[in-house]
């Protein structure tokens, strides 16, 4: 199974502030990752696929790497942006999920 | 408007078997997969099988191999998941999801005695 591992485990950061998020897969999943926000109480919300196509977010979130090396940058942290995201591989079966960041207001 | 909807929250006991339904509208329904995740209270997220959009071609996750059926009803347009066997490390909420761009609301399943 591609083990994915997310960084940091929690960011805490200013509204307006800048929120860098790492996700790193065991080997090579090329693009095929996706980038998922959760709300509390609330079901995953597909925001980045293909790794760097955004879906249905503002531009302030942008997607970025390929191969074992991913990035979700949120430019500049609004209060609905305050959540965890997951990444995900959909290179190969199973599909494997990071354990999510949490992003925390400072 | 496109969207999943699920069934309501289930109580079990130990031993039991779940069933939680995925009803689909808005779109073809036949056009896409859906896979079947679930969330234990306060943890990530596990993927947990996917059930294609052609024939109906399963693919399960290891750990649920034995104990997991995933079906579906094209004239219903609902995707369903039966977990068999359940112990409280199952409490959790199911969610299911259209090629994982779209997801249902979430079912919680507790198990309890």
């Known amino acids: 199974d591609i083990v994915m591992t997310q960084s940091p485990a929690t960011v805490s950061v200013s509204p307006g502030e800048r929120a860098t998020l790492s996700c790193r897969a065991s080997q090579s999943v090329k693009r095929n990752l996706a980038w998922y926000q959760q709300k509390l109480g609330q079901a995953p919300r597909l925001i980045i696929y293909?790794?760097s196509t955004a879906t249905g977010v503002p531009a302030r979130f942008s997607g970025s790497g390929s191969g074992t090396e991913f990035t979700l940058t949120i430019s500049s942290l609004q209060s609905e942006d305050f959540a965890v995201y997951y990444c995900?591989?959909?290179?190969?079966?199973?599909?494997?999920f990071g354990q999510g960041t949490r992003v925390e207001i400072k | 408007q496109v969207q999943l909807v699920q069934s309501g929250a289930e109580v079990k006991k130990p031993g039991a078997s779940v069933r939680i339904s995925c009803k689909a509208s808005?779109?073809?329904?036949?056009?896409?997969?859906f896979h079947w995740v679930r969330q234990a209270p306060g943890q990530g997220l596990e993927w947990m099988g996917w059930?294609?959009?052609?024939?109906?071609?399963?693919i399960y996750s290891q750990k649920f191999q034995a104990r997991l059926t995933l079906t579906r009803d094209t004239s219903a347009m609902t995707a369903y998941l039966e977990l068999d066997s359940l112990t409280s490390e199952d409490t959790a909420v199911y969610y299911c999801?259209?090629?994982?761009?779209?997801w249902g609301q979430g079912t919680f399943v507790t198990v309890s005695s």
């Open positions: 059930i294609s959009n052609g024939n109906g071609d399963t």
């Open positions: 999801a259209r090629d994982e761009d779209l």
């Open positions: 293909g790794g």
């Open positions: 995900q591989q959909y290179k190969s079966w199973p599909r494997t």
């Open positions: 808005g779109y073809t329904f036949t056009d896409r997969a």
